[in-house]
């Protein structure tokens, strides 16, 4: 478990890290004194504790720039005000930690870290095979954003394009299987990229909405509740 501590407080760093190591005695830590040395590092991590008031680039930017190369880091914030926790939501935080940090709530919030992580990998293990007239391809499940229902068609939303294949939507629902949400008879979600959901919509954490079925609403929040339950979900 590669994990990095990016505050500009020398004590903060080494207390977190204390924490860190009497509870995760196998981790690999590394302490970084500000949001310019912790993107320059070249460094990728599991999971990363970051400050948010620090002198230079704060920690909200320095969290946007992380994920533009890495979405799949856990990311905790830690501050001594709560003022930043709906810019914690822009950039997918996976919890907020409130300064002087208290040991008991921290032990929690790590457990939790580390099972999101542990989801996250074996996610990423399983794979989708798709077939189209013109290409072959294997996509890891993480990778997918949401599937859309266009006719005969499927449309696969990823990081990287949108795969286009003649099949329908209870075949990716029954092949995703958890961790994936039919939201709505044309919306197949990954919960793993929810940024936020209301009564109609569920917004990805790519800033694209997907219709939420009134029908569907309560079941659907009883289901992501249990799935973040299993990870984590951003808190104070």
């Known amino acids: 478990m590669n994990?990095?501590?990016?505050?500009?407080?020398?004590?903060?760093?080494?207390?977190?890290?204390s924490l860190?190591?009497?509870q995760r005695p196998e981790a690999v830590v590394e302490l970084y004194a500000s949001g310019?040395?912790?993107?320059?590092?070249?460094?990728?991590?599991?999971?990363?504790?970051?400050?948010i008031q620090m002198e230079g680039i704060n920690g909200i930017d320095t969290a946007r720039a992380w994920r533009d190369r890495d979405g799949d880091t856990v990311l905790i914030f830690i501050t001594a005000v709560k003022d930043y926790v709906f810019d914690a939501f822009d950039v997918s935080a996976f919890h907020y930690l409130l300064k002087p940090v208290e040991e008991e709530k921290f032990a929690g919030v790590l457990e939790r870290a580390v099972q999101e992580v542990e989801q996250k990998k074996r996610q990423q293990e399983r794979q989708l095979f798709i077939k189209t007239r013109n290409r072959h391809a294997t996509i890891p499940a993480n990778d997918i954003y949401f599937i859309e229902s266009q006719r005969r068609k499927v449309e696969i939303h990823t990081r990287k394009e949108i795969f286009?294949?003649?099949?329908?939507?209870?075949?990716?629902?029954r092949q995703l299987g958890e961790g994936f949400y039919r939201c709505h008879r044309g919306y197949l979600v990954n919960m793993a990229h929810i940024a936020e959901y209301s009564a109609d919509y569920i917004q990805m954490n790519t800033g694209e909405k997907v219709y939420l079925a009134k029908e569907k609403y309560p079941e659907f929040v009883k289901t992501y509740m249990r799935y973040l339950r299993k990870?984590?979900?951003?808190?104070?």
């Not at 994990?3 to 890290?17: G, H, L, V």
């Not at 320059?40 to 504790?49: C, P």
């Open 20 to 22: 860190i190591l009497r």
């Open 164 to 173: 286009e294949l003649y099949a329908t939507m209870n075949e990716m629902e």
């Open 3 to 17: 994990i990095a501590i990016c505050d500009d407080e020398q004590p903060i760093r080494q207390q977190i890290k």
């Open 231 to 236: 990870g984590g979900v951003l808190g104070v």
């Open 36 to 51: 310019e040395e912790l993107l320059s590092s070249g460094s990728s991590f599991d999971i990363l504790f970051l400050d």
